[in-house]
């Protein structure tokens, strides 16, 4: 096991070169903020999501940024899950008893760690009863909101605050004792992939580096976050440690870090700013100096929160309690973190495919990363591009980008790397989403064009979609190839969604679709189980998985929860309705409208939807597709809402999955809800507030007015939208034109 520098011989070391000074102890700054009455930050609790599987991080933050400064209370290792049921992929359970530093790069929700990197972290004296692996200290007075972390650490007796710029973090450190050290571990990440790192001080108040992560969920990728460390004065003394060896030595390579010591006698509190990069120390210093350089801890504070609010400022609320206000823009929060940032301030970034060896410079474009499509597609792109269009944009031209670079679509891309998790050919979703939205460069994409209809058409031994061949040939995935294909049920189900979209973007581009992507979103219909209707393994020979267990949630892979045989992260019930661009046909091909909507019910009636995953959670809104049944979404919306989203540490269903979680509850709650990721219209749920105004770019708001005459209030039984009726779906172009959507809300179905 990798160890971390033993902090009693920094110290030492450090105490050698600098005599303590003796003052008396002066009160920590205090940097609570004055919320405004209007504010809606003061609304999020960036805590939620940070006990059982949320996996998300408390720390400091501004909207996409690809800093985020954040504490760490373990290193998640393979054996957590075995050990305590919970991942903790961003490095932070709340309940854990220390904090390990805090590190400057982070997933959100997740289900596999990574990045974390560098790690700073905090020490007065040589104290014998730190615990010198890791040096964790106890905390007290802990407090996170959007852009702002802090903490007191007990035991070196030091408060730490931090935020954040998009590529940057700052630090304020207030020490209750003498001769603070403060510490840059370059080696020390949330990371599987056993990594070193290289430090060099540049003089008494900068060091510079890089730390080497990677290893997401066992993957190959391994990429590097470099770094520069600045102090807002002069440290005495000054080195790095290798191993666990300290030393007055400039610069180290390998198991490392760098370390500052500050008398007391150069006052208490003391200031760093980092930059971060994916590309270069250059790159890093070029974002330090644009983001950072002369600024104070509380002006980048202040900057971080006038951020938010005006991020979060684009959904207003009125109504419902205020528990309800904060489990909402908590979720809104979470839903505009990732994708995040990776482009410098020039426009330089990693290469998509480049194995972290090439770097392009496009400083027209931003380049986004951290694309967890199979989650992000169903919620949080929908939510980006109906009311952050231009962060959508953007995007969309990443994936484009990222498509010509390697020659094929990214499936799960994390820092230029595919580290392809999960299944199905999702960034033909997002493009024909972001197509059908205006939001897409159409000559852009018509040269990627070529690239995704291969891609989706490859047949080789190594195709870009696992089991092509066998799809392509039979019209399904056979269980047959379950050994080196996830779940075929699900990933035939996934692929003719995506075969469906292609067409769509295609149509959209005004280029030549093979016609073998239309008969590929058709390919759902081949896997219907005639006996129970759901869709059922099916072998090569045509026969049928025998036997079959439709609530089976484990038999696809070795670890718990990996969906039955046949089937992703679900059971065959959490895939029985996964059409969601022909759901009139699929109820046709199952019995017809009310055996359909009966069959429906009972998912619910029998307590098998999962919340806690992805496949299913559009299923409540499918009702919305049957004249005069939306009435059993908002029965299932409204019982999802209160069941699985609180404002407990625990409140988020499951794994928050880069905010995908957390973007279905804000739609939830809003009363809209993308079913058809690619689509051209929303279903009408149940709104949670009396009022919510969206103020789209280019357009007027966008008002949902649904006064609550009681809790029990949940049932629309008449919709209008600035006077003209309107069923139970509406139009994305009558949401983007503006207006008033007036829903008249009953305690009992209409």
Same mark, same amino acid.
């Given at each position: 096991?990798?160890?971390?520098?033993?902090?009693?011989?920094?110290?030492?070391?450090?105490?050698?070169?600098?005599?303590?000074?003796?003052?008396?102890?002066?009160?920590?700054?205090?940097?609570?903020?004055?919320?405004?009455?209007?504010?809606?930050?003061?609304?999020?609790?960036?805590?939620? +999501?940070?006990?059982?599987?949320?996996?998300?991080?408390?720390?400091?933050?501004?909207?996409?940024?690809?800093?985020?400064?954040?504490?760490?209370?373990?290193?998640?290792?393979?054996?957590?899950?075995?050990?305590?049921?919970?991942?903790?992929?961003?490095?932070?359970?709340?309940?854990?008893?220390?904090?390990?530093?805090?590190?400057?790069?982070?997933?959100?929700?997740?289900?596999?760690? %990574?990045?974390?990197?560098?790690?700073?972290?905090?020490?007065?004296?040589?104290?014998?009863?730190?615990?010198?692996?890791?040096?964790?200290?106890?905390?007290?007075?802990?407090?996170?909101?959007?852009?702002?972390?802090?903490?007191?650490?007990?035991?070196?007796?030091?408060?730490?605050?931090?935020?954040?710029?998009?590529?940057?973090?700052?630090?304020?450190?207030?020490?209750?004792?003498?001769?603070?050290?403060?510490?840059?571990?370059?080696?020390?990440?949330?990371?599987?992939?056993?990594?070193?790192?290289?430090?060099?001080?540049?003089?008494?108040?900068?060091?510079?580096?890089?730390?080497?992560?990677?290893?997401?969920? &066992?993957?190959?990728?391994?990429?590097?976050?470099?770094?520069?460390?600045?102090?807002?004065?002069?440290?005495?003394?000054?080195?790095?440690?290798?191993?666990?060896?300290?030393?007055?030595?400039?610069?180290?390579?390998?198991?490392?870090?760098?370390?500052?010591?500050?008398?007391?006698?150069?006052?208490?509190?003391?200031?760093?700013?980092?930059?971060?990069?994916?590309?270069?120390?250059?790159?890093?210093?070029?974002?330090?100096?644009?983001?950072?350089?002369?600024?104070?801890?509380?002006?980048?504070?202040?900057?971080?929160?006038?951020?938010?609010?005006?991020?979060?400022?684009?959904?207003?609320?009125?109504?419902?309690?205020?528990? %309800?206000?904060?489990?909402?823009?908590?979720?809104?929060?979470?839903?505009?973190?990732?994708?995040?940032?990776?482009?410098?301030?020039?426009?330089?970034?990693?290469?998509?495919?480049?194995?972290?060896?090439?770097?392009?410079?496009?400083?027209?474009?931003?380049?986004?990363?951290?694309?967890?499509?199979?989650?992000?597609?169903?919620? &949080?792109?929908?939510?980006?591009?109906?009311?952050?269009?231009?962060?959508?944009?953007?995007?969309?031209?990443?994936?484009?980008?990222?498509?010509?670079?390697?020659?094929?679509?990214?499936?799960?891309?994390?820092?230029?790397?595919?580290?392809?998790?999960?299944?199905?050919?999702?960034?033909?979703?997002?493009?024909?989403?972001?197509?059908?939205?205006?939001?897409?460069?159409?000559?852009?994409?018509?040269?990627?064009?070529?690239?995704?209809?291969?891609?989706?058409?490859?047949?080789?031994?190594?195709?870009?979609?696992?089991?092509?061949?066998?799809?392509?040939?039979?019209?399904?995935?056979?269980?047959?190839?379950?050994?080196?294909?996830?779940?075929?049920?699900?990933?035939?189900?996934?692929?003719?969604?995506?075969?469906?979209?292609?067409?769509?973007?295609?149509?959209?581009?005004?280029?030549?679709?093979?016609?073998?992507?239309?008969?590929?979103?058709?390919?759902?219909?081949? @896997?219907?189980?005639?006996?129970?209707?759901?869709?059922?393994?099916?072998?090569?020979? +045509?026969?049928? @998985?025998?036997?079959?267990?439709?609530?089976?949630?484990?038999?696809?892979?070795?670890?718990?929860?990996?969906?039955?045989?046949?089937?992703?992260?679900?059971?065959?019930?959490?895939?029985?309705?996964?059409?969601?661009?022909?759901?009139?046909?699929?109820?046709?091909?199952?019995?017809?409208?009310?055996?359909?909507?009966?069959?429906?019910?009972?998912?619910?009636?029998?307590?098998?939807?999962?919340?806690?995953?992805?496949?299913?959670?559009?299923?409540?809104?499918?009702?919305?597709?049957?004249?005069?049944?939306?009435?059993?979404?908002?029965?299932?919306?409204?019982?999802?809402?209160?069941?699985?989203?609180?404002?407990?540490?625990?409140?988020?269903? +499951?794994?928050?999955?880069?905010?995908?979680?957390?973007?279905?509850?804000?739609?939830?709650?809003?009363?809209?809800?993308?079913?058809?990721?690619?689509?051209?219209?929303?279903?009408?749920?149940?709104?949670?507030?009396?009022?919510?105004?969206?103020?789209?770019?280019?357009?007027?708001?966008?008002?949902?007015?649904?006064?609550?005459?009681?809790?029990?209030?949940?049932?629309?039984?008449?919709?209008?939208?600035?006077?003209?009726?309107?069923?139970?779906?509406?139009?994305?172009?009558?949401?983007?034109?503006?207006?008033?959507?007036?829903?008249?809300?009953?305690?009992?179905?209409?």
């Amino acid at each position: 096991m990798r160890r971390a520098p033993h902090l009693a011989a920094v110290a030492a070391l450090a105490l050698a070169a600098v005599a303590p000074a003796a003052c008396t102890t002066p009160a920590p700054p205090t940097v609570d903020p004055a919320w405004r009455a209007d504010s809606l930050a003061r609304f999020v609790d960036p805590f939620i +999501g940070t006990h059982g599987d949320g996996n998300v991080f408390p720390g400091a933050t501004v909207p996409w940024g690809m800093a985020s400064p954040s504490p760490h209370t373990r290193q998640p290792s393979p054996g957590d899950y075995i050990t305590t049921g919970h991942i903790a992929g961003a490095g932070y359970i709340d309940d854990d008893p220390e904090i390990h530093g805090l590190g400057l790069t982070h997933l959100s929700g997740a289900g596999c760690p %990574d990045l974390g990197a560098p790690v700073v972290a905090a020490v007065t004296g040589a104290l014998p009863t730190v615990d010198f692996e890791r040096y964790g200290a106890t905390r007290t007075n802990e407090r996170a909101w959007p852009g702002y972390w802090s903490a007191d650490l007990v035991e070196p007796a030091i408060r730490v605050e931090a935020t954040a710029t998009a590529r940057g973090g700052a630090f304020r450190f207030f020490a209750r004792k003498d001769d603070p050290t403060i510490l840059v571990d370059a080696s020390r990440s949330l990371s599987w992939y056993d990594g070193d790192g290289g430090v060099r001080v540049v003089s008494r108040r900068e060091l510079e580096g890089w730390s080497q992560t990677g290893g997401f969920c &066992v993957q190959p990728n391994h990429q590097k976050v470099y770094f520069v460390a600045r102090f807002d004065h002069d440290a005495a003394a000054a080195g790095t440690w290798k191993d666990d060896v300290p030393s007055d030595a400039q610069q180290a390579d390998g198991v490392v870090g760098g370390w500052f010591r500050f008398p007391v006698s150069s006052g208490r509190t003391v200031e760093l700013a980092v930059g971060v990069s994916y590309v270069s120390i250059d790159g890093a210093r070029a974002n330090l100096e644009a983001e950072l350089a002369g600024k104070r801890f509380d002006e980048v504070r202040v900057a971080a929160q006038d951020a938010w609010e005006a991020a979060l400022g684009r959904v207003r609320v009125d109504g419902g309690s205020a528990a %309800d206000r904060s489990v909402f823009y908590t979720a809104l929060y979470h839903a505009l973190l990732q994708p995040s940032l990776a482009s410098d301030v020039d426009g330089s970034h990693q290469r998509f495919g480049g194995g972290g060896m090439t770097v392009d410079v496009d400083a027209d474009h931003p380049r986004y990363h951290v694309f967890g499509l199979w989650d992000t597609y169903r919620t &949080v792109h929908p939510l980006l591009a109906l009311v952050y269009p231009e962060t959508q944009r953007a995007m969309a031209r990443s994936l484009v980008d990222m498509t010509i670079e390697a020659g094929a679509p990214p499936m799960w891309e994390l820092a230029g790397w595919e580290v392809q998790m999960m299944v199905g050919d999702p960034a033909d979703i997002v493009l024909a989403d972001a197509a059908q939205k205006g939001l897409l460069d159409l000559d852009r994409a018509r040269l990627a064009w070529p690239i995704l209809q291969a891609a989706a058409l490859d047949v080789s031994d190594k195709p870009h979609r696992p089991g092509n061949a066998s799809y392509r040939a039979l019209g399904y995935v056979p269980i047959d190839e379950q050994a080196s294909v996830w779940g075929p049920v699900s990933t035939t189900l996934e692929y003719a969604l995506a075969d469906d979209a292609l067409g769509r973007l295609g149509a959209a581009l005004g280029v030549t679709v093979d016609p073998a992507l239309a008969a590929g979103a058709s390919s759902w219909k081949n @896997l219907i189980d005639p006996t129970t209707q759901l869709f059922r393994p099916r072998h090569a020979d +045509g026969s049928w @998985l025998d036997p079959f267990d439709p609530d089976a949630v484990e038999g696809s892979h070795m670890q718990p929860m990996s969906g039955g045989p046949g089937f992703v992260e679900g059971t065959a019930w959490n895939y029985a309705f996964f059409v969601p661009h022909a759901v009139a046909a699929h109820a046709a091909a199952t019995g017809g409208d009310d055996a359909y909507v009966a069959r429906l019910q009972s998912l619910f009636d029998s307590d098998r939807f999962a919340m806690w995953n992805e496949p299913d959670i559009a299923f409540p809104y499918l009702f919305t597709h049957f004249a005069g049944q939306g009435w059993r979404t908002a029965a299932a919306v409204s019982a999802a809402r209160a069941r699985y989203y609180t404002t407990a540490h625990d409140g988020i269903p +499951g794994n928050d999955d880069t905010g995908a979680m957390s973007a279905w509850y804000v739609w939830s709650a809003l009363g809209l809800y993308p079913d058809v990721p690619d689509g051209d219209d929303y279903a009408i749920g149940t709104p949670l507030f009396d009022r919510a105004t969206l103020t789209l770019p280019g357009g007027k708001p966008f008002v949902i007015d649904a006064a609550h005459a009681t809790p029990a209030s949940i049932y629309v039984s008449a919709a209008d939208l600035d006077g003209r009726p309107v069923a139970q779906r509406i139009a994305y172009r009558d949401v983007v034109a503006g207006g008033t959507l007036h829903l008249t809300l009953g305690d009992a179905p209409p």
